[in-house]
């Protein structure tokens, strides 16, 4: 506490610290009693202007205030497929406060996403004349197939303008994309002709149409049928392991028919189908079930004689022709 008194000859300032007071006069002449004075005045100003927080220039009228609480929910998980769209939705609250000698604040809101996804804040400007707090929704679209391993983080940025400055706030959630599993076996040729006895090699490629990381299975379903009627067929692997998004592994199916077993055995276009189930692994890791069919078609045509085969028996005769013919030539 500062205080001041005078008379003919000085000036005294009395100023305390709240327990000990301490008196300080100080002989001055009339023409610096006025200075005196007046740097008391500025003192005691100065510790009053101190002492009021969030004033403008002249410490009269209180600054706006702008909170955006946090997004609700904090994140959500969204469902695409490889033809339609997703979207997620959140809702935050805007509160402004204001004294009563301010004007007009002016909030206006905008959305983004760090992935680029479509993002729309409603409503996206607001007035406030009083102090009061307004619902906002803020909506994300996903576009069709996204990968899983897109995360996109949602931002809302509010900016409140009023007379004399502005003041900024923002908040902030996650979205995730669900996974779905999409198979599509394929193959360059689906059938081959081989002679009865013969063997072919084919092979198939299975593709990952979902929207993440997936192991492909493959299983022979008709193996029993075919080893009673004397047939191999095996594959190199029942397997691709964690292929892409939209990328393939292949596998090879290697098939041999019966072999005759009584004489030279004959077939004209005997026809004998090689079924295969193709499954998503990392769907029944999820608990889905997800499965193509695919069927080779092996077609027997041509002979067959036991112990032999008819590649290496046409070979033989011609060399056993050349013979006769070359003989038949030297009696001459």
């Given amino acids: 506490m500062v205080a001041i008194y005078s008379n003919k000859d000085y ?87 204001k004294p009563p000698a301010v004007g007009t604040v002016m909030v206006t809101l905008d959305g983004s996403c760090s992935t680029g996804w479509p993002t729309v804040v409603s409503p996206q400007s607001i007035p406030f004349t009083a102090p009061n707090s307004i619902q906002i929704t803020i909506t994300v679209v996903v576009p069709q197939a996204t990968p899983t391993s897109s995360i996109g983080k949602v931002i809302v940025s509010g900016l409140a303008t009023y007379p004399g400055g502005s003041v900024a706030s923002t908040s902030s959630a996650t979205v995730t994309i669900v996974q779905y599993f999409r198979i599509q076996p394929q ?94 692994g990392n769907a029944e890791i999820a608990g889905a079930v997800v499965t193509k069919s695919y069927m080779f078609a092996v077609v027997v045509d041509g002979w067959g004689i036991p112990g032999f085969d008819v590649t290496f028996l046409i070979i033989a005769f011609g060399m056993v022709a050349a013979g006769l013919a070359y003989r038949k030539k030297s009696k001459f």
């Fill in 11 to 97: 000036i005294g300032i009395n100023q305390y610290d709240g327990k000990i007071g301490r008196r300080m006069v100080r002989n001055m002449t009339n023409g610096t009693r006025l200075q005196a004075i007046m740097m008391t005045l500025l003192m005691i100003t100065t510790i009053f202007v101190a002492f009021v927080p969030n004033t403008t220039a002249q410490g009269i009228h209180l600054k706006p205030t702008l909170a955006i609480s946090p997004m609700n929910p904090p994140s959500r998980e969204v469902v695409v497929t490889p033809s339609s769209i997703g979207a997620a939705s959140f809702s935050a609250t805007v509160a402004v406060s």
């Fill in 187 to 280: 193959a360059q040729m689906s059938f081959v002709t081989i002679n009865p006895g013969g063997q072919a090699v084919m092979s198939l490629d299975l593709y990952n149409r979902g929207n993440g990381l997936d192991s492909i299975q493959i299983d022979i379903t008709n193996l029993k049928e075919l080893s009673k009627k004397n047939w191999m067929v095996a594959a190199t692997a029942y397997e691709v392991s964690n292929v892409p998004q939209d990328e393939y592994g292949t596998i090879k199916i290697s098939v041999k028919s019966a072999k005759p077993q009584y004489g030279i055995d004959h077939k004209m276009a005997e026809i004998t189908y090689i079924q295969l189930t193709v499954k998503s």
